[in-house]
């Protein structure tokens, strides 16, 4: 007990003194509750003298001068009677005062603004319960009450009204089952005389009314505002949450939104707002009240101790905005790497191999300060950067002989690349590939919509490679995790409606052309849907308007917000390893960037470049960011998104195979193709038919998705790499690396060097030189002993990894 | 935590507990199984320790299975020694990944005590049957009073016709109500009825009426009366959901029922008793019919299938599963001794071959449809689309009448001269027709005092 008590003081001393508060401020600052039904969620903020804000709305007193019109708890007011009162705010030595009016009206509760935005709250209609497709236990609803008819029928109608009994409210299966009055396998959602009870007894003792013509709800507001910097320990965050209706009024809808964190280890948010942080970094709260959602981005900082800003070079506005979030954050930034691991680092994320020995040997022992930046301008240059980025677009576009034949497969690989070596404007890349007509063969963009077969296809592979969106599940219901809902996929297909694809029977060749007319109409209702965009909105085109060139302008302009933010994503997630927006395509609200001021300063300088590719990738390698050095510190170990220091990242299954054909000096021969062609560059999965390949994760090319590639490690890579074929036979081929070095009268210590020099791009340590030193002298076998030590090079973290 | 020390750590809390329980005194009288206990496992444990669904391999439907051991090992009860039975150490621990009813509140200190004194009392059933049906041995319970007049408008949810054509049984809220179908006049209203009644049917010789009822999600029951009176004679099944459909065999000699557990009763008249308990079917049995001699049986249910079981053969001949949705109602054809007609959610009525479940002949219809039913050669489908059809059998199936409601159409009946048609709407009201003119000869609310509101539903 003593100890305890000592612990407490202790702590208490210890804890810094809290800044002085220069005053408080209350939100809002007048309050009108217009029904009994109403409530109001005040929050109160202190700025303190040092610049800081701190929520302080569950310390903070409060007192009614006439209590006989509201009441207030947990800085909730709500209406008793009619009239008017002042609340008074405290904190701190300081007060304000909000202005109550109450009028007490009696409304009926509303099926579609109270009745399901509470459903959806509770969790009744989340996909994972009786939102899924079927429901569950015979109990279906629509998925966050996107569909209300349906759920109205369901509520109501359904087994002959079933779920509610207007005549007895409380014997309603609806309020016994959550209640757990009967038992409810999705547990218990709430108590009988709840304030949630107590709204849906209502809706039923009224009668399950379903009110027609309802304004309805156009805006969602939600406070604070984005941004708010919390430092701990003041690590919570009350939110307010306010609906605007067509007809102008306004209702406080805290009590009714549903609330979700998007990083849960950073913060975490109860049912009434109440958001609670508890580690450094940053998350979004997604507020959702009926199908309208606002996101929230709060960051949660602490003082660290015993950090120190290092001193690092800040190369470009790449490493400014990066510190800037460190420093917030209090990860300390790696310094840079050596030179050997740049040199491997960099061919690898360029030109997809290992540097050669000659070439590692050059630019470690080039002198001159800039040769890093000329590095990479060389390699930028060199067309086996076209060759290895053509991988990663042919992944995307879905390049497969399964899909659009060998000859095609040929053609379109060779303008992808053609493009990528000729620096082509993204923009133009673009909108190739969204108005490409006539035959594929021809003109190879046009396998665009080919390999995207049929509208639905278009819109979803559309908006996933250029909108990092992953649009589909509005296909069939609005979008759970985000704002698209069912009439923008809808909206958004018009532009794709008319696309015709007519096999020619030449070959595998399709003619890519469009209807002069075809419209959406919409599964549910049955509406024609105009042309829409995200931003944009509908658009009124001309009836001969070219609507994939309509698509493509809009797509391409330079206010579009998620073109350019897209593209520089994932050209930094390919060099880093991890998007600043992860999974680096998957842009939505609970899916933040890491750091949003990077990315819109990438995407800036995209737009101005021209959507020049290489000079963003330019930018991204000259900075210190990207050639910081991959070993974690006490003070950044924690830090796995705000890239404090390099993220090691194992080599892509076609990188791997190349590297292995490289350091044992047996390239794999890939049948039917040129004898030089790497692995990095085969332009169709099926041309390179190799196992090794699949189990290391080379994709099918089945979708547009970056996930369809796989980085999970599993128990057949470990057993291919420990005792596989494909390695084993490199191990003991006369001719490899070190049996020709052997052959030519090397001496040990050369063809150690020489083998690590080839797989790790740098010299063994004194350390290694000695282990494998002994190993070789107790063996008598000497090929044996080489296999040996080339088999460890080769099952090396360091061999395996980009570092 | 090994098992040995949880029932260490148990019995430490045990004695806590007997602490706690002392300030609930429970009665020095013996606690009843069938009284006390079996309410509360209905109640608490069956839906997920039932017959549908046995987590952790255990179940509580009968009392043989409540003593059994689960996939853990350890015996629901070992009768007189609480730190052997399982469910005693699950209704108490308090970890609450073992406690149950999971999710839930504990149960309430009384009733932990009630099976506290039980168990050490040595844990014996009060009934004859240790397999049967926890359901079969609770006591019927005294259902409430309907309410005087109804504020509020409820489905009319099944109908029947008296023998003489006139008098018509109809849904009600804790009754049936008793009416003249062409006056539209209440002659009665029989009470100690389940929440919504949902089928009804009344003997061949006029004097007997069924009723399948049902709280939704906590009791079903088949009750008896005496359609002379309406005096409760028995309540001759009870279900933990509700019992969806009920029919006389053509002979009045057994009773067929169906209900939200998927299971098929048919009960014996003259002993009141349940002869026969069929797992026919996954889900709900909506709808069932006799044979023109009482021999085969057929339902519809929500597991989108329709059988055909045959009780001289004991087994069943059909399942016809053309529907692919929830099946509503069930008729056999009245002349072909192989053939059977369905509703279901498809919006469809059919006709199929029970030798081989192929379809004869489909006719699409604008709404979900209801239980059918079958007059002469004529049957009549309720739909959603307030229509109700009807169908003559003989020869090609084909529409001969139409008549419609204000609201969608979900029960019909016909008088046992097949003159007349009574028909049930989601909004109350029952309308009669004369079916030899198709004239409406009523239409009424068939609630007592329920005055038109404005509900919009």
Redesign the interface.
């Known amino acids: 007990m003593m100890r305890c008590l000592g612990a407490l003081i202790f702590t208490a001393l210890a804890l810094p003194a809290a800044p002085k508060v220069s005053r408080i401020e209350v939100q809002p600052a007048t309050v009108q509750l217009m029904h009994l039904r109403d409530s109001a969620q005040l929050t109160v903020t202190a700025h303190l003298a040092d610049g800081r804000v701190m929520d302080v709305t569950h310390e903070a007193k409060f007192t009614l001068s006439n209590p006989a019109v509201a009441g207030i708890e947990a800085a909730l007011l709500r209406p008793k009677a009619v009239g008017a009162t002042e609340v008074r705010v405290e904190y701190a030595g300081h007060r304000e005062n909000v202005a109550l009016v109450s009028e007490a009206k009696v409304r009926a509760v509303s099926f579609k603004h109270d009745t399901l935005p509470l459903l959806s709250k509770l969790g009744c209609s989340s996909g994972s319960c009786h939102g899924a497709p079927h429901g569950k236990g015979g109990f279906r609803l629509s998925l966050r009450a996107f569909d209300p008819a349906l759920d109205k029928y369901t509520l109501t109608r359904e087994e002959l009204g079933r779920r509610t009994n207007p005549l007895h409210p409380a014997a309603s299966l609806l309020l016994a089952k959550p209640s757990m009055a009967v038992a409810h396998e999705g547990g218990r959602r709430f108590r009988k005389g709840d304030e949630d009870y107590n709204l849906l007894r209502d809706w039923i003792a009224e009668g399950c009314q379903v009110q027609a013509g309802e304004p309805t709800c156009v805006k969602l507001t939600v406070s604070p505002d984005s941004g708010r910097v919390l430092k701990h320990p003041a690590w919570t965050q009350q939110l307010r949450v306010v609906a605007r209706f067509a007809d102008g009024t306004q209702r406080d809808v805290t009590r009714l939104a549903v609330f979700e964190s998007s990083d849960d280890k950073v913060a975490d948010i109860d049912r009434t707002g109440r958001v609670t942080g508890f580690r450094r970094g940053e998350a979004a709260v997604l507020v959702r009240y009926l199908e309208h959602i606002e996101s929230v981005l709060i960051t949660f900082v602490r003082d660290v101790d015993g950090f120190a800003w290092p001193d690092v070079p800040q190369k470009n506005y790449v490493d400014r905005h990066v510190d800037t979030k460190l420093r917030q954050l209090q990860f300390a930034p790696a310094g840079l790497c050596d030179d050997g691991t740049f040199v491997r680092r960099v061919h690898l994320d360029l030109i997809g191999t290992l540097p050669t020995i000659a070439e590692t040997d050059a630019f470690v022992a080039d002198p001159r300060p800039n040769k890093r930046a000329q590095l990479i301008d060389t390699l930028l240059n060199r067309p086996a950067h076209a060759k290895f980025w053509a991988l990663k677009w042919g992944d995307l576009l879905r390049l497969s002989v399964k899909q659009i034949g060998a000859p095609s497969v040929h053609k379109y690989h060779r303008w992808i690349e053609g493009a990528l070596a000729a620096n082509m404007p993204y923009d133009r890349f673009a909108t190739a590939l969204l108005t490409a007509r006539g035959s594929t063969l021809r003109n190879p963009p046009a396998n665009f919509f080919r390999t995207a077969a049929n509208r639905d296809d278009a819109v979803e592979t559309s908006a996933q490679i250029f909108l990092g969106t992953r649009i589909a599940c509005a296909k069939c219901h609005n979008h759970p995790f985000e704002r698209w809902t069912q009439d923008n996929y809808y909206g958004m297909a018009s532009f794709f409606n008319r696309i015709q694809r007519r096999r020619t029977g030449k070959g595998d060749e399709t003619w890519i052309l469009d209807a002069k007319s075809g419209e959406v109409t919409h599964p549910l209702n049955g509406r024609t849907m105009k042309p829409w965009a995200p931003v944009a909105g509908e658009m009124a085109l001309s009836a001969e308007a070219d609507r994939r060139r309509e698509f493509a302008r809009w797509l391409t302009s330079a206010d579009n917000p998620f073109f350019a933010r897209v593209e520089v994503n994932r050209l930094w997630a390919h060099v880093m390893g991890r998007g600043i927006v992860e999974p680096f395509d998957d842009f939505r609200d609970t899916n933040p960037p890491a750091n949003a001021p990077l990315l819109d300063a990438l995407a800036a300088d995209f737009v101005k470049s021209g959507y020049d590719r290489r000079h963003i990738l330019r930018v991204i390698l000259n900075s210190r960011t990207y050639q910081a050095a991959s070993s974690a510190s006490a003070l950044n170990r924690d830090d796995r998104k705000y890239f404090s220091h390099y993220r090691t990242r194992m080599l892509s299954a076609e990188q791997l195979l190349d590297a292995i054909g490289e350091v044992t000096g047996i390239p794999e021969r890939l049948n039917g193709l040129p004898p030089d062609m790497k692995c990095t560059q085969v332009p169709a999965p099926e041309l390179a038919n190799v196992g090794f390949l699949k189990i290391f994760g080379q994709p099918e090319r089945q979708s547009a998705c970056e996930c369809e590639r796989s980085d999970e490690s599993s128990l057949e890579r470990a057993l291919q790499l420990y005792n596989g074929r494909l390695l084993d036979r490199r191990l003991k081929d006369g001719n490899n690396r070190f049996r020709r070095a052997l052959a030519a009268g090397k001496a040990d210590a050369e063809v150690i060097d020489e083998l690590y020099l080839a797989a790790l791009s740098r010299r063994p340590s004194e350390a290694e030189r000695k282990i494998i030193t002994a190993h070789l002298a107790k063996s008598k076998d000497r090929n044996a002993a080489y296999e040996n030590i080339l088999w460890a090079l080769l099952n090396k973290t360091e061999f395996l990894f980009q570092h | 935590m090994t098992r040995i020390q949880k029932i260490k750590i148990s019995a430490i809390r045990e004695i806590c507990v007997w602490f706690l329980l002392a300030t609930f005194s429970v009665s020095a009288a013996e606690v009843s199984f069938k009284k006390d206990l079996a309410p509360i496992l209905i ?6 320790h039932g017959a549908k669904k046995a987590k952790g391999g255990y179940r509580v439907d009968t009392f043989e299975r409540l003593l059994r051991a689960g996939d853990g090992g350890e015996p629901g009860i070992t009768p007189g020694k609480l730190d052997a039975s399982e469910l005693f150490y699950r209704l108490t621990t308090d970890d609450p990944d073992e406690r149950m ?5 504990p149960l309430p200190a009384a009733q932990v005590a009630l099976f506290k004194k039980w168990i050490a009392a040595g844990a014996k059933l009060d009934a004859a049957n240790p397999k049967a049906q926890l359901t079969s041995l609770v006591p019927a319970p005294t259902h409430p009073d309907p ?1 005087k007049v ?3 408008s ?2 009319i ?1 099944a109908l029947a016709f008296g023998a003489d054509g006139e008098t018509l049984f109809a849904s009600g ?1 804790h009754e049936v109500t008793v009416w003249n179908a062409i006056e539209g006049k209440l002659i009665r209203r029989i009470t100690r009825e389940g ?2 009644t ?1 089928g009804l049917s009344v003997s061949p010789n006029g004097q007997w009426l069924a009723a399948a009822s049902g ?4 009791l079903g029951e088949v009750r008896l009366f005496k359609t002379t009176d309406g005096k409760l004679d028995s309540v001759l099944a009870s279900a933990t959901d ?1 019992m969806l459909d009920v029919a006389f065999s053509p002979k009045g000699d057994r009773l067929v029922a169906g209900g939200a557990d998927g299971e098929v009763r048919v009960m014996d008249f003259a002993t009141r008793k349940i002869s026969h308990l069929l797992p026919l079917h996954s ?2 049995v909506n709808a069932v019919a006799w044979d023109n001699n009482g021999s085969r049986i057929a339902t519809a249910s ?1 597991d989108h299938t329709a059988k055909v079981y045959s009780l001289a053969a004991g087994k069943s001949l059909a399942t016809y599963a053309g529907h692919g949705k929830n099946v509503r109602g069930v008729a056999f054809h009245p002349k072909v001794l192989n053939e059977v007609f369905t509703t279901g959610m498809d919006k469809k009525l059919r006709q199929w071959k029970v030798s081989d479940n192929k379809t004869v002949r489909e006719i699409g219809i604008g709404g979900e449809l209801f239980k059918l039913t079958r007059a002469g050669e004529a049957i009549f489908a309720p739909a959603a689309d307030h229509h109700i059809r009807r169908f003559q059998t003989p020869g090609q199936l084909k529409q001969t009448g139409d008549y419609q409601l204000d609201d ?1 159409a ?1 029960s019909v009946a016909t008088s046992p001269d097949g003159k007349r048609l009574a028909a049930g709407g ?1 909004d109350g009201k029952v309308r009669v027709w004369n079916l030899e003119d198709a004239k409406v000869e009523s239409t009424f609310a068939a609630l007592p005092g329920f005055k038109q ?1 404005t ?3």
Do not use: H, L
Not at chain 2, 43 to 48: G, P
């Open positions: 109640q608490q444990c069956q839906i997920c009813p999971q999710d839930a509140d309410p109804y504020p509020r409820i489905p949810t809220y929440e919504r949902y709280q939704p999600g906590r509700v889900d709900w929500r969608w979900v989601f509101a509900e919009n539903r």
